[in-house]
Each structure stands twice: as structure tokens, then as C-alpha cells.
């Protein structure tokens, strides 16, 4: 089985810092990784994603993370925030070869831009 | 490409009625999901579709829960007898998908169900 864990239910960052949001997995098979946002009552947007290509995945709106075998992490950064990147971030996985392609979240992290 | 679609977006009903919602994947794409999520947690994977077949279903999804994709294109759950623990936004998200790493789910806006 696989599992997600995101550190930090809320983050707050002024405009123009860095951002990190930290994920951690949990997987007995290689896995597929994937941030998401989601705005206020709107579905999910695909930031990037992760499948055993690049260890250094660059996605969209400058965003980008890292897969570290060794520490089971995935964490996502940007250099420098926006206001417009106030949202909700979830980090999920799928167990690639296990047979299945369900998505197993994280419980999210809400990100706060302060201008 | 329209994108994932879902009809109602917003849904309030008495504890005890049915309700159904519809999702419109994106043309072509041949695995369908849906989710549900509650406040304050991640999706959580209720079932998905490949073409018309439904291969998997999670333990949340009781027999009150029913989902179907006849054609191979759109699909709708019904929720029978509802209870106001089934108050949640349920997602629906498509893929086309030839391998894992292929599997890009695609999400819609949504419907949020109230439960009185």
C-alpha cells in the first residue's frame, strides 16, 4: 500500500520568498508522484508530476520538486511567491506496477501569501 | 478539449432522497474516476472505469453508492438513501492512459452535495 505525507497543514510565506511545501511517500514499489493546487471551490489542477524520468521535475507557474529515493521525499518549491499562488497544494501517488492507478493523497497544505 | 465536466456543481438534499451527478471526461480519454473529499482532506479514490468496465472500487463505497459509464464516455453516481456523513465534494477525474506513467488524471470543478 501506498501513503502520503504532507508537513504542515498551513504555510505561510510573504510575497517574493521561497516557497516549500514538504512531501513525504510511502510505497513497496517504485512510484509515480504528482503535485496538485486546487483554488476555492474548484477542482484540481496538475502543477507536475514525477514518473522515473528526470529526478527534477519542473512544472507549471515556476514550480517545481525534487524525488529523492534515499529520503522518500517530494517536496515542492518556488523561488519566489506570488499572491495569485494562495491556494490549496496536494501531493499524491500512485504504486506504478501494483495494478492499480488509483491516486492516494495527502491531506494538503494550505499555502498564504502575505503581500 | 473542454476539459472534465460535472453537473450539478452544487447539490442540497434531504437525509433519506437520492441524488445522482453526471461527469463529461474529456473526449477520448478512456479511464474515468471518481473521488470524494471532505473538508479539510485530500481525495480519497472511490471507484474508476476503463471504457465501460469497472475495475476497481474502494472499500468507502458502500452499497448505497452505485456508478456507471455505459457507453464508455459519460458517467454518473448515485448516492441512495443519502446520510449527512455522505456531505462532501465528489470529483471526478478522466485519463488516457496506456501505462502508469501515462496516467495523467484530468480533474473536473466538482459537485459539492449538502446533506440536511
Known amino acids: 500500500a501506498q501513503s502520503v505525507t504532507q508537513l504542515g497543514s498551513h504555510v505561510s510565506v510573504s510575497e517574493g520568498a521561497l516557497v516549500l511545501l514538504r512531501c513525504n511517500y510511502s510505497s513497496s514499489v517504485p512510484p509515480y508522484l504528482f503535485w496538485y493546487v486546487q483554488y476555492p471551490n474548484q477542482g484540481l489542477q496538475l502543477l507536475l508530476k514525477?514518473?522515473?524520468?528526470?529526478?527534477l521535475v519542473k512544472g507549471i507557474n515556476g514550480f517545481e520538486a525534487e524525488f529523492k529515493k534515499s529520503e522518500t521525499s517530494f517536496h515542492l518549491t518556488k523561488p519566489s511567491a506570488h499572491m495569485s499562488d494562495a491556494a490549496e497544494y496536494f501531493c499524491?501517488?500512485?504504486?506504478?506496477?501494483?495494478?492499480?492507478?488509483?491516486?492516494?493523497f495527502g491531506k494538503g497544505t494550505k499555502l498564504s501569501v502575505i503581500p | 478539449d473542454t476539459g472534465v465536466s460535472q453537473n450539478p456543481r452544487h447539490k442540497i438534499t434531504k437525509r433519506g432522497q437520492n441524488v445522482t451527478f453526471r461527469c463529461d471526461p474529456i473526449?477520448?480519454?478512456?479511464?474515468l474516476y471518481w473521488y470524494r473529499q471532505t473538508l479539510g482532506q485530500g481525495p480519497e479514490f472511490l471507484t474508476y472505469?476503463?471504457?465501460?468496465?469497472?475495475?476497481?472500487k474502494s472499500r468507502l463505497l458502500s452499497d448505497r453508492f452505485s456508478a456507471e459509464r455505459p457507453k464508455g464516455s459519460f458517467s454518473t453516481l448515485e448516492i441512495q438513501r443519502t446520510e449527512q456523513g455522505d456531505s462532501a465534494m465528489y470529483l471526478c477525474?478522466?485519463?488516457?492512459?496506456?501505462?502508469?506513467?501515462?496516467?495523467?488524471?484530468?480533474f473536473g470543478p466538482g459537485t459539492r452535495l449538502t446533506v440536511l
Open positions: 477525474a478522466s485519463s488516457l492512459a496506456r501505462s502508469a506513467n501515462t496516467d495523467t488524471q484530468y
Open positions: 473526449s477520448e480519454h478512456n479511464r
Open positions: 514525477y514518473t522515473s524520468a528526470a529526478t
Open positions: 499524491a501517488v500512485i504504486a506504478a506496477g501494483a495494478g492499480s492507478y488509483q491516486l492516494t
Open positions: 472505469f476503463q471504457n465501460e468496465a469497472q475495475l476497481e
